[in-house]
């Protein structure tokens, strides 16, 4: 069974807007990562958080971390249509590394 | 430049037609690891490699076998395809086996099996 779940499956906004997927996952973690996947590529690394740390940013990037409830959300803040892509989280799981869940779909229209 | 490389791109066979996908990195990483993607159901871990000589399960390991031989290649070889292998595969690579370091991906191989 996968580890982290993203919510929702799939988002769609205006150019502009922020966007913000949230991931769960079921063990304790020691980091949790997000990674982007444009149509049928390869996935790209965005940002990684650690267990001990509550937020982190990147450019336009937000993460968060909450252990007490086994969830991170990503927040993608003035969004482009460049944005557009499949967004994953990526955890650990007894021993099992780089476990992702089934992602969100964004859709960010100009 | 840094990079994984797979083989090939795309690929259609004939069920019970052995292949092999190749899988290929330059950053002299110890972690690889091979997945599918199929509608809905994201990525799936089908075998990963902690270091030479080193390969364990992931989720989806029937009908798979690797091997790492050396430190660069870690092929994904399928005996007998069935259609059900019919996937997006990506071959992904790691300084370490911890999430504490990012993962590189592969430009990934549409397998078609009929």
């Known amino acids: 069974s996968q580890q982290g779940e993203e919510d929702p499956q799939a988002l769609s906004i205006q150019e502009g807007e922020n966007a913000t997927m949230n991931c769960s996952y079921k063990?304790?973690?020691?980091?949790l990562q997000w990674y982007r996947q444009n149509s049928g590529r390869g996935l790209v690394h965005l940002i990684l958080i650690r267990s001990n740390e509550r937020e982190k940013h990147s450019g336009r990037l937000r993460v968060t971390l909450d252990t007490s409830k086994k969830s991170s959300s990503l927040l993608i803040t003035a969004s482009r249509a460049a944005d557009t892509a499949s967004y994953f989280c990526?955890?650990?799981?007894?021993?099992?590394?780089?476990?992702f869940g089934p992602g969100t779909r964004l859709s960010v229209l100009p | 430049e840094a990079q994984v490389t797979q083989n090939p791109r795309y690929l259609i066979t004939v069920t019970g037609k052995k292949l092999t996908v190749t899988c290929s990195q330059n950053m002299n990483h110890e972690y690889m690891s091979w997945y599918r993607q199929d509608p809905g159901l994201g990525l799936r871990q089908i075998y990963y490699s902690m270091n030479v000589e080193v390969t364990d399960k992931g989720d989806v390991p029937e009908g798979y076998k690797v091997s790492r031989k050396e430190k660069r290649n870690f092929p994904l070889i399928l005996e007998s395809p069935s259609p059900n292998q019919t996937s997006l595969y990506f071959c992904a690579s790691a300084y370490r086996g911890l999430t504490a370091t990012e993962a590189f991906f592969g430009q990934g191989t549409r397998l078609t099996v009929v």
């Open positions: 063990t304790s973690i020691n980091n």
């Open positions: 990526a955890t650990d799981r007894r021993g099992q590394n780089f476990v």
